[in-house]
C-alpha cells in the first residue's frame, strides 16, 4: 500500500506562481512514475506532468512551458512548480503514483487562480 500526502494549494493571482508536493510512503517499487494530474469543475482529470524515477518527463500540452515537475527519489517525493498561472489553471490538483502495475490517488488539493 501506498499513502499519498499533497500540500502546496490555495490561492494565487494570475500570473503568480506556485509549488506543489507530494510524499510518497509505503510500499513503493523501485521502478515507479509519480506525477499530478488535475480536474476543473464539470471537466474530466487531465494529466499535468509525470516523472519516472529515472527522469523521463512528460508534460500536458495545457501546461507545457509553465510547469516542472522534479523528483528527490531518496524521499519519494514529488514537486509541480507552475509558473505564469492562469484562471484555467483552477482545479484540483492530484498527485498520482504508477507503482507495481498499481495506481495511487492522492486526496487532491484546489488550486484557484483569481483573474
Known amino acids: 500500500q501506498v499513502h499519498l500526502v499533497e500540500s502546496g494549494g490555495g490561492l494565487v493571482q494570475a500570473g503568480g506562481s506556485l509549488r506543489l508536493s507530494c510524499a510518497a510512503s509505503g510500499s513503493i517499487s523501485s521502478s515507479n512514475t509519480m506525477g499530478w494530474f488535475r480536474q476543473a469543475p464539470g471537466k474530466q482529470r487531465e494529466l499535468v506532468a509525470s516523472?519516472?524515477?529515472?527522469?523521463?518527463?512528460y508534460y500536458g500540452i495545457s501546461v507545457k512551458g509553465r510547469g516542472t515537475i522534479s523528483r528527490d527519489n531518496a524521499k519519494n517525493t514529488v514537486f509541480l512548480q507552475m509558473n505564469n498561472l492562469k484562471p484555467e489553471d483552477t482545479a484540483v490538483y492530484y498527485c498520482?503514483?504508477?507503482?507495481?502495475?498499481?495506481?495511487?490517488w492522492g486526496q487532491g488539493t484546489q488550486v484557484t487562480v483569481s483573474s
Open positions: 516523472r519516472t524515477n529515472d527522469g523521463f518527463t
Open positions: 498520482r503514483v504508477l507503482s507495481s502495475s498499481t495506481v495511487y
